[in-house]
């Protein structure tokens, strides 16, 4: 088991590598360019292909081409980048391929900056390219489980004829940690019954994401849909910490559980007795962890770096039942631990709301301090 | 099923077999039909109908994937050349081809057509040139000509606030990574026979991995210029040959050597 | 004597646009006025013996739709 210092853009390419991708397309953008760099070095090392595409555009299409033959494709970008993306990323959708897409999220909105953030949560998650689909949103919080949720990606991509997004962020991307690479995998040589390869020895086919018919439309969002209630079913990830005897829970994902997690545990050390829920599948979300809440919790913060984009989706699969607080820095500011636990104190010293929206709440506490 | 009386007749044509038998929803008189069928034609004539995948763009020719008998995919507007990218890639010994109109390749899709161009991706573009947007009932696009009259310029191209055409040919003949890049028309038989050979042109430049190929073809659009087929016809011959000269704008040396 | 030939209009196929009617050179194809396609469109089809199997129509035709035979040579002609 041998570990190497790796940077979090790079340890995914890598990852990627050993999973067998076979294509990658991409374009500069800062964070995640040492993404694309390596590529473009380790991919023509291995015979494999690699394009710095004119845009965005060019790349996300470049990987729908390459979805269309079976092999596995991936390309990364970040937040500008992305939704320059996002009509091929529907494309891709509507025509049921399997592909990988990482996004490293950067401030904005609009050209924002170059530091972590991660305010494209809805983007990925809800959707920001146009119909009914939906993507597996993968989220790690260290460079190894980076590296391990791109090995993943890639299977559940294959497995469901899905989009799967690794979502990270600029403090995950440029970090160097130590991790452990998977062995490298042998590239596929059997295809699905639907790739477009060249019609020898068979009937021809043809990929497309048209269905003038509505009715035909309808049965092919309904064929989406079943597929997401198997993907639901059967693909929800989330760690708990500390959650046994927990009166208090802080939840987030990405850095900012990462952050949170030094917080918890210092407050565990001060004696408050609190835990930290870090759903690893946005997308499917683990509503169930937060329906099961259990009455004696007397609060959940929220923390994110964005303006409470998880925090709607908590609060619903919580039912409104919890009590909860929401903290976040904006705009590519990455909170300290120290600032968590300030808001871990004040929920535990001070009662808790349940007017207006935590957010609000947050808010004006933020606009009050001036 | 038609046959020939082999004992006293020859077939002098008949329907390619890379042609479906599905009728086409194109307008009567409308050259996509030609340059559809021109395409199977010489598939045909190489033997390459399983080894090829069309990649069909945004317009009237969205279909093309109903019409033509071997794998295709359906790209986006404007991003068939990057699509052809990707799949030329990951097979490379795969025939790669793209068929575009003049909206899907020069307006939405320029970016990507110049830099699959640039990059002489191993693909042959088959460019449809009819000085309009066919498919959403004829808006100006950019190969409509000054003074040209269409829906989204009324009363004629004006220069001053919507510009002037691109000569797309014209343009890459420029670029280093083009190695077969000419301009031909499909208005009467013999521009359409040099227009199968310019196809079977492109199609041998990629197989001999000499580069980007593309043919540029004028094509009559009678239901959006709001004319009859026979006066389109002259149309093209008349205003549009002045503007787009028929030629070859880039011939790759070693295409010299290739006998058909 | 020019060779003669025939053509064969898939009907189904053609929609009456008339490239065919203008470019034979021996102008013995014209749109059947009696007669209109499932689609509503009146047919192309040859009117006039003169046919020399030249394949022009079939060249012009967007819609592939043209068969053309052409008699093989030294075989006993039909008279015109």
Redesign the interface.
Known sequence: MSLELMKGNEAVAEAAVRAGV??Y?GYPITPQTELLEYMSHRMPELGR?F?Q???E???I?????????G?R?MTSSSSPGVSLML??VS?IAG?ELPMVIVNVMRGGPGLGNIAPAQSDYNQMVHGGGHGDYRCIVLAPCSVQESVDLTVLAFDLADKYRSIVVILTDGSIGQMMEACELPPMQPLKTTFADWA??????RE???????NLDPAAQEEMNYRLLKRWIDVEANEIRCQEYYMEDAEYVVTGFGSSARIALSAVRTARAEGIKVGLIRPITLNPFPRQVYADLSDKIKGMLVVEMNAGQMLEDVLAANRYRTPTEFFARLGGVVPFPDEVLGEIHRMVETPISTDGHPRDRWLARVLAKG | MVLENCEIETTVFERPDSLTGTTTHYCPGCTHGIANRLIAEVIDEMGMREKTIGVASVGCSVFIYNYLNMDFVQAPHGRAPAMATGIKRVLPDRMVFTYQGDGDLASIGMAEIVHAAARGENISVFFLNNTNYGMTGGQMAPTSMPGQKTTSSQTGRDVETQGFPIRVSEMFSKLDGASYIVRRSLHDPKHIRMAKKAIRMAFETQVHGLGFSMVELLSICPTNWGISPLNSIKWLEEKMIPYYPLGDYKIHPALAEIKL | MPLKGRIVVTEKYCKGCELCVSSCPQEVLALANDRITAKGYHPATMVADGCTGCGICSVICPEAAITVYREKTGVNRIPA
Not at chain 1, 63 to 68: E, F, K, P
């Open positions: 076979v294509s397309f292909a394009v595409a004119e845009s555009l060019g790349a299409n470049m990987v729908y081409g390459a979805a269309c033959t092999y494709t009509e091929g494309y025509t477009v390869q060249g019609c020898e020895g021809r086919r043809f990929l497309t994401s048209i």
